[in-house]
T-cell receptor, first 113, second 115 residues
Framework: SQTIHQWPATLVQPVGSPLSLECTVEGTSNPNLYWYRQAAGRGLQLLFYSVGIGQISSEVPQNLSASRPQDRQFILSSKKLLLSDSGFYLC????????????FGPGTRLTVT | AQTVTQSQPEMSVQEAETVTLSCTYDTSESDYYLFWYKQPPSRQMILVIRQEAYKQQNATENRFSVNFQKAAKSFSLKISDSQLGDAAMYFCAYRSSGGADGLTFGKGTHLIIQP
């Protein structure tokens, strides 16, 4: 069966510090991968998605970047965090089939102080 | 761009009763998919039900069913025989027909179950 992992689960970082969040999927090959952010009291906003190694699509221009160095690894990064980067970050995957749902990881709670 | 609107920030229902959560969306596409996700306090996103726009029949999953009105761009979720475990945030989501497209979410409805 497929599983999706995210780490760390919780992170507190000062403004201006770098960020690296990691997401990995097990049990499948060539998944589509997604990063979402959920701000307090709001829905999820799509940040990036990837259909293959090295292929990144950005949905919202901002202080973040994403990379996919391996087939089942998706990384969210920032060189300098802003207070507005605080939120709950969710990684998701699917196989890109027509009716395929997205399967979400457990999330990372990021607090920028 | 597509938008999804959930007009009920919070709903409350007595245990064993029925509740309906509302969702409307805006799109110019004719082929798309709609989803309801549940987010309990653990914050794990769990798929509740999905609907393909080309299907006229409303989707049903046990106690959960939808009322899909394509012309009105409405996609409501009905929960029958509400249980304490149904308490959660519920998000309506839209996806274009392309398999790689991300989901567009509404802001969510917080469902409270009164014992």
């Amino acid at each position: 069966s497929q599983t999706i992992h995210q780490w760390p689960a919780t992170l507190v970082q000062p403004v201006g510090s770098p960020l690296s969040l990691e997401c990995t999927v097990e049990g499948t090959s060539n998944p589509n991968l997604y990063w979402y952010r959920q701000a307090a009291g709001r829905g999820l906003q799509l940040l990036f998605y990837s259909v293959g190694i090295g292929q990144i699509s950005s949905e919202v221009p901002q202080n973040l970047s994403a990379s996919r160095p391996q087939d089942r690894q998706f990384i969210l990064s920032s060189k300098k965090l802003l207070l507005s980067d605080s939120g709950f970050y969710l990684c998701a995957w699917n196989l890109g089939l027509a009716v395929d749902e997205q399967y979400f990881g457990p999330g990372t709670r990021l607090t920028v102080t | 761009a597509q938008t999804v609107t959930q007009s009920q920030p919070e709903m409350s229902v007595q245990e064993a009763e029925t509740v309906t959560l509302s969702c409307t969306y805006d799109t110019s596409e004719s082929d798309y998919y709609l989803f309801w996700y549940k987010q309990p306090p653990s914050r794990q996103m769990i798929l509740v039900i999905r609907q393909e726009a080309y299907k006229q029949q409303n989707a049903t999953e046990n106690r959960f069913s939808v009322n899909f009105q394509k012309a009105a761009k409405s996609f409501s979720l009905k929960i029958s025989d509400s249980q304490l475990g149904d308490a959660a945030m519920y998000f309506c989501a839209y996806r274009s027909s392309g398999g790689a497209d991300g989901l567009t979410f509404g802001k969510g409805t917080h469902l409270i179950i009164q014992p």
